[in-house]
C-alpha cells in the first residue's frame, strides 16, 4: 500500500494527543508497521510502539520519533488546523496543538519504514522504529526504557533521530558533542507572614519578597557564568495571592535552567539556592525557602564520529549546500537516554521545516529572531513539502549509512555504503 505522506501528516495534525495519550497516534504507527509485514511491540512505557524489521545478519539501526502534542490553541489558520482538546495531567480542559512539529516525526518514521521494508533485498541488519510517548514531559524515552525496551527488542548500534525546526525546509543540520541543552525545573517555595493589605507593617510580604527574588536571579546568567559559557534561567511561573487586599504567607517561583555543562548547571542551581535565601533573610521572613529540583534531565550529546559519518551521507545524496551546523540549540531532548540506555552513539539533527522564502525574507529584515514563529508557538506550520520527503529519506540516508549492504554483513566497519544522490539541489 503506497504511503500519501501529505494525507497522513494532515490527519495526524488534526487530532493532536497530550503526553501519554498518543493512543490514536500510535494505532496508526503500529497500523502503519503491520501493513508492511513489520513486527510490532506495543503499549511500552504505556503508550510506546517499537517495530523490529529483521533481515539478515548486520547492524541494529534504531530510528526515533516522538509522538506527543501540546496544551496550545492553534492560531495558524491552516485548513488542517486542529481544533482538539484534551484534558491534562492536572485535569484541566486545555487545547491540543502539534505545536512541536512531532507530527512531521510520525509521518516521516512511517515513510522510512515504508521505503526500508521495500527495499530488503538492499541492506541487510536491524531496524527498530521506536515511537516514543511524552517527550514534552521529558519521561517518554526514560518510562520506555524502565518498561524493559532492550529486553523486548534488540539493543541497536546506533541511535538516529531527528527535530523538525524553523530552518529552511529542504535543509538538515546537526551539532556534533553537546547539541541539545540540559533541562532543570526548580522550584521555590518563599514564606512570609500574611495579613491585611491595609498593614502591611504587621506581615512579611512574600509578594515583594519573590519580586526581588526574580529580578536578583536575572545576575546570575549575566554576574556568575562566565562569557564563555551559556545558560538560561527564566522564571516561568511566579504565583501568590487570592485576593487583592490581602497579604499571602507565600508566593511559589517556577523556574527554567538550560546548561550544556554539569559544573555551569550545579553553579546556577546554587546560585539559585543562595539568591532564595538571601532575599528570604533580608525581607525579615522567620521560615527559610523551599528549593527543590523537580525535574531534569541531561544534555543531548551528539557523538562526534557518529555525528560526521551521518552528516557525510547527507553530504552525499542532498549535497553539501542542504546540510548545515545549527550549532548547539538551547532546546532539550530526551532522546538521549535512549542512546545513553543502550551504550550507543547518538545522532539527532534538524530537519529545517520553514518556507524558505520566508527565512530568506527574515534574514534581509534582521528578524530571524522575533519574525519566525518556532516551535511551540501557536503559529508554527511546517511546510508540507518538501519538508517531509526530506525527513522521509535523511531517515533512510542515516539508516543504510549505518546498515549492512547485501552480500557485506560487516559492512559497519568498512567505509559504508557509497551513497547515491537522492533527491535534486534546491535552490537558495
Ligand atoms: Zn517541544
Ligand atoms: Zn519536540
Not at 553553579?267 to 532564595?276: G, Y
Amino acid at each position: 500500500m503506497v504511503l500519501d505522506l501529505e494525507s497522513l501528516y494532515t490527519d495526524l495534525h488534526r487530532h493532536p494527543e497530550l503526553s501519554y495519550q498518543e493512543h490514536r497516534t500510535a494505532q496508526i504507527a503500529a497500523d502503519g508497521l503491520r501493513e508492511r509485514a513489520i513486527e510490532v511491540i506495543d503499549g511500552v512505557g504505556r503508550t510506546g510502539v517499537v517495530g523490529v524489521l529483521k533481515n539478515g545478519d548486520g547492524p541494529v539501526v534504531l530510528l526515533r520519533a516522538d509522538m506527543d502534542a501540546l496544551p496550545v490553541l492553534e492560531e495558524t489558520g491552516l485548513e488542517y488546523a486542529s481544533t482538539e482538546r484534551g484534558i491534562d495531567l492536572d485535569g484541566v480542559d486545555v487545547p491540543v496543538m502539534h505545536a512541536c512539529g512531532h507530527d512531521v516525526h510520525v509521518t516521516c518514521l512511517l515513510g522510512a519504514a515504508d521505503a526500508l521494508s521495500a527495499t530488503r533485498e538492499e541492506w541487510r541488519g536491524t531496524v527498530v522504529f521506536l515511537f516514543q510517548p511524552a517527550e514534552e514531559l521529558g519521561s517518554g524515552a526514560l518510562e520506555m526504557i524502565a518498561d524493559g525496551l532492550y529486553e523486548r527488542v534488540p539493543r541497536p548500534d546506533v541511535v538516529l533521530g531527528q527535530h523538525v525546526a524553523p530552518a529552511p525546509a529542504g535543509t538538515l543540520g546537526a551539532h556534533a558533542g553537546p547539541a541539545f541543552a540540559a533541562t532543570d525545573d526548580v522550584l521555590v517555595t518563599l514564606h512570609g507572614e500574611g495579613g491585611h493589605g491595609s498593614r502591611p507593617e504587621s506581615t512579611v510580604d512574600p509578594v515583594v519578597m519573590a519580586a526581588a527574588t526574580v529580578m536578583r536571579l536575572q545576575t546570575i546568567v549575566s554576574r556568575e557564568v562566565a562569557g564563555g559559557e551559556t545558560a538560561v534561567v527564566t522564571v516561568g511561573t511566579m504565583h501568590a495571592g487570592t485576593k487583592i487586599n490581602i497579604i499571602p504567607h507565600e508566593a511559589t517561583l517556577g523556574i527554567n535552567i538550560r546548561t550544556y555543562d554539569s559544573a555551569v548547571r550545579d553553579r546556577v542551581v546554587a546560585a539559585i539556592d543562595r539568591i532564595a535565601r538571601a532575599e528570604a533573610a533580608a525581607s525579615g521572613a522567620e521560615r527559610e525557602p523551599e528549593v527543590e529540583v523537580t525535574d531534569s534531565f541531561p544534555v543531548l550529546y551528539n557523538d562526534e564520529a557518529a555525528t560526521e559519518r551521518t552528516m557525510g551521507a547527507f553530504r552525499s545524496a542532498f549535497g553539501p549546500e542542504r546540510v548545515l551546523d545549527p550549532g548547539r540549540v538551547t532546546g532539550s531532548e530526551d532522546v538521549g537516554a535512549l542512546a545513553t540506555a543502550a551504550g550507543a552513539p547518538i545522532v539527532y539533527w534538524l530537519l529545517g521545516g520553514l518556507d524558505p522564502a520566508l527565512f530568506r525574507n527574515a534574514v534581509a529584515n534582521g528578524t530571524t529572531d522575533a519574525g519566525i514563529p518556532s516551535n511551540h508557538s501557536p503559529h508554527f506550520a511546517p511546510l508540507i513539502h518538501p519538508t517531509l520527503e526530506t525527513g522521509v529519506q535523511a531517515l533512510v540516508v542515516a539508516a543504510r549509512e549505518w546498515l549492512a549492504r547485501s552480500g557485506e554483513p560487516s559492512a559497519e566497519s568498512a567505509d559504508g555504503p557509497a551513497q547515491t544522490r537522492l533527491v535534486p539541489r534546491l535552490d537558495a
